[in-house]
């Protein structure tokens, strides 16, 4: 069972045995909630292996608080001093989450392993329709009005992804943003990837152990140049997952779950 609980401003999805001795904090996507994470979330493997798992929804998203500054920097920093709190040994987040626990992990903000489920390591990774959505944002007088025409397209698009029984939900939870906020997140987003060059080799330069799990059907790049890089670090691992496009939460929840329980070394129903 999942409970719902507050921690220094954050709203925070709890489920897992009480008095867990692993507890793991989870990160949606871009615009995504924890509802998107509850295919995960509930998977009895994580409880019956005694692991706890901390979901929280990335202030901005959903039309929570928004903090001035949108930049992943200082979305990592905000999540290291929640994982530092909760006494969190494994962060793991999808798409922009993983792109900001990436970020935390490069910066010694956490020091244990992290979990990345496809995230991207330039602008040339990332989906072009986002890329052009954000040069459209720039244009004054119209970026909010197309992002408020993308919150009702998008979320059919994207809906043989979600689970049957949970497609309308996902898809209202998509819709319920801010053009505005969004706006500006994509375009701090873009900057960061932009700023801060080779994710990649700041990755494997970091030391940071991290999995990094790519759906096969993915349409989120990853370059050859990217890829060595990874492969050249001795604490990183790529995994691809059969089956499962970029959002491998609603896709491959059951897997998602034994890699979070590999990555700490817990076998399953201990």
């Known amino acids: 069972m999942g409970a719902r609980s507050e921690f220094d401003g954050w709203d925070i999805h709890r489920s897992g045995p009480a008095g867990a001795a692993h ?7 871009a615009l995504c909630t924890t509802a998107f994470l509850e295919d995960v979330t509930s998977q009895p493997a994580l409880a019956e292996a005694g692991v706890a798992v901390l979901a929280v929804t990335l202030p901005g998203f959903g039309r929570t608080a928004t903090p001035e500054d949108l930049s992943v920097e200082n979305y990592a920093r905000l999540v290291g001093g929640l994982a530092a709190g909760l006494g969190c040994d494994l962060v793991a987040g999808h798409s922009l989450g993983a792109n900001v626990a990436m970020e935390l992990a490069i910066t010694g903000g956490f020091g244990g392993p992290v979990l990345l489920l496809d995230p991207s390591f330039s602008r040339e990774d990332e989906a072009q329709d986002l890329a052009q959505l954000d040069r459209i944002g720039r244009v004054p007088g119209l970026g909010t009005l197309a992002w408020a ?34 706006r500006r997140l994509v375009r701090e987003y873009f900057a ?15 030391g940071a152990r991290a999995w990094i799990v790519r759906g096969d059907r993915t349409e989120i790049g990853l370059t050859d140049d990217e890829r060595r890089a990874l492969e050249a670090g001795p604490n990183i691992r790529l995994i691809t997952v059969p089956d499962s496009g970029h959002m491998l939460v609603t896709e491959q929840p059951a897997r998602v779950a034994q890699l979070i329980l590999d990555l700490l070394g817990v076998p399953a129903g201990r």
């Open 23 to 29: 507890r793991v904090l989870l990160l949606p996507g």
């Open 192 to 206: 960061y990837l932009d700023r801060q060059g080779s994710l990649a080799a700041r990755l494997r330069e970091s």
């Open 149 to 182: 025409v993308m919150l009702r397209l998008v979320p059919r698009t994207m809906e043989d992804s979600f689970p049957p029984g949970r497609r309308a939900a996902l898809s209202a939870d998509l819709r319920n943003n801010a053009p505005g906020v969004c």
